[in-house]
């Protein structure tokens, strides 16, 4: 399977924001969004508009459970 842009997003998040929406939506099952949905929306991710990022987003918008978490971290900035 190829690598695409829906694998490789330029964007990126700080973890001191990933830490925030970790310790507002713990990662527990019974949730009404799915956490990647979560994230999603507590990023305004609504607003990013580059083609690039926007498959991948979709993707994350989708994604429960510990492939949200995956996702979430490939994006991480370890760095701030």
Request: contains cysteine; aromatic residues 10%; glycine residues 4%.
């Amino acid at each position: 399977m190829p690598i695409t842009s829906c694998d490789m997003p330029t964007l990126t998040v700080p973890l001191s924001r990933v830490v925030e929406f970790r310790k507002a939506h713990p990662h527990t099952s019974g949730q009404v969004l799915r956490y990647g949905q979560a994230f999603y929306n507590y990023m305004d991710f609504n607003k990013v508009t580059s083609a690039e990022n926007r498959c991948f987003l979709d993707r994350l918008h989708a994604a429960d459970g510990d492939k949200a978490v995956k996702m979430i971290e490939s994006i991480t900035d370890y760095q701030n």
